[in-house]
């Protein structure tokens, strides 16, 4: 059975750091590729980061420096260190496989608020 339960979310200055944490399925973390997904009201969800069985992170422009995506396999979890947060930051945040789609199962996310 699928699970993903996200964690750590909450509300930050511009500038704070927050770090999310994501309990996922051994089914899920053992081999695949998994990712950090974030969706903003009124937007369409984005991918932000993801990381290959290999450790082998890739991120989008928007969070490079900045966001830190890694994984402890062993545990099935997965974690996002998020960095200089910005207002645009603000988003509900999920985990899931690299390229889920909407037939995929999703968590309940995690918001993420960074304002003043």
């Known amino acids: 059975q699928v699970r993903l339960v996200e964690s750590g979310g909450g509300l930050v200055q511009p500038g704070g750091s927050l770090r999310l944490s994501c309990a996922a399925s051994e089914t899920l973390t053992g081999i695949m590729s998994m990712a950090w997904y974030r969706q903003a009201p009124g937007k369409q969800r984005e991918l932000v980061a993801s990381?290959?069985?290999?450790?082998?992170?890739n991120y989008k422009d928007f969070v490079k420096g900045r966001f830190t995506i890694s994984r402890d396999s062993a545990k099935s979890t997965v974690a996002l260190q998020m960095n200089t947060l910005r207002p645009d930051d603000t988003a509900v945040y999920y985990c899931?496989?690299?390229?889920?789609?909407?037939?995929?199962?999703w968590g309940q996310g995690t918001q993420v608020t960074v304002s003043s």
């Open positions: 899931n496989r690299l390229r889920a789609n909407d037939y995929d199962y």
């Open positions: 990381i290959g069985p290999n450790g082998r992170a």
